[in-house]
């Protein structure tokens, strides 16, 4: 995948996805359909665990003042809904060890032209659903694409 820069924020919620698609381990191993990784809390049937990507901002700095290249942050939010909170947190640390591994190299975000990971934030969340309770955490990233 080549990130577009007139494409570059749903390339880049795209290229995350299918990075963690490929690299975190689904507990349940579904055959079903109903997918693991989504770009977007989805509108069909969903099974937790759960993992959506998406973005909740952007912001453009010139390079240059005769330049028309911005030093772009994008900042994604990366939601892990589960049935537990030792499921959910192992699965946080995997979505954070396939981040912060996957950096450099072939297939990588500084491939795709995405760089500096930074991790904001990790917040946890517990929310009653019926009988049963979510337990959720909430880990917000930024990336610099030069566009």
């Known amino acids: ?13 795209l290229f995350i996805r299918d990075l963690l698609r490929t690299n975190v381990t689904d507990p349940l191993l579904r055959t079903n359909g109903i997918g693991f990784v ?5 509108k069909r049937k969903t099974q937790y665990p759960l993992i959506t ?9 010139k390079l240059g003042m005769q330049s028309e290249k911005q030093w772009t942050t994008i ?3 990366i939601q ?3 049935r537990n909170a030792k499921e959910v ?11 912060r591994t996957n950096q450099f190299g072939t297939s990588s975000t500084d491939a795709e032209e995405i760089h500096e990971l930074n991790i ?6 517990v929310e009653p659903q019926g009988d049963n309770l979510i337990h959720r955490k909430i880990i917000t990233t930024e990336y610099k694409v030069i566009l």
């Open 89 to 99: 947190d192992n699965i946080t640390q995997n979505v954070m060890n396939t981040l």
């Open 53 to 61: 990507v998406m973005t909740t901002g952007i912001n453009s700095k």
């Open 120 to 125: 904001t934030s990790v917040v946890p969340i």
């Open 38 to 42: 989504n770009t977007a809390f989805p």
């Open 75 to 77: 900042n994604l939010e």
């Open 1 to 13: 995948m080549v990130i577009s820069s007139s494409t570059f924020i749903s390339d880049t919620v």
């Open 80 to 82: 892990i809904y589960s």
